[in-house]
């Protein structure tokens, strides 16, 4: 069965940096995998995601330039790297995942695509 989980929220200052990290297991099958993010009464939104070859990313136009996303592939482990956040980046971000076609670039911004979600972690961003 497959397994999502995210780790490495926290509270980080503006402007400063900080990385989350996620794992997708139970299948030999390497998975495209996303980012989305639920912000203080907002609906979940698109932050970025990555093919499940590691090689092609998307971005949201609101984080483009400060998040990385990159993947480990043969272990399906994904980071984001959150640089120069801003208290608008507050809020749930969740990981996804979707067994290796689909998923990201093709599927990009939408959600649906990926059966595999984690529990959300907290990232809270002070002025």
């Known amino acids: 069965q497959v397994q999502v989980a995210e780790s490495g929220g926290g509270l980080v200052q503006a402007g400063e940096s900080l990385r989350l990290s996620c794992t997708a297991s139970g299948l030999t099958f390497d998975y495209a995998m996303g980012w989305f993010r639920q912000l203080p009464g907002k609906e979940r939104e698109a932050v970025a995601c990555v093919s499940y070859q590691g090689s092609v990313t998307k971005y949201a136009d609101s984080v483009k330039g400060r998040f990385t996303i990159s993947k480990e592939v043969y272990r399906n482990i994904m980071y984001l790297q959150l640089d120069s956040v801003k208290p608008e980046d507050t809020g749930i971000y969740y990981c996804?995942?979707?067994?290796?076609?689909?998923?990201?670039?093709?599927?990009?911004?939408?959600?649906?695509?990926?059966?595999?979600w984690g529990q959300g972690t907290q990232v809270t961003v002070s002025s």
């Open positions: 996804a995942a979707k067994d290796r076609y689909g998923g990201c670039p093709a599927s990009w911004p939408a959600s649906d695509k990926y059966e595999y």
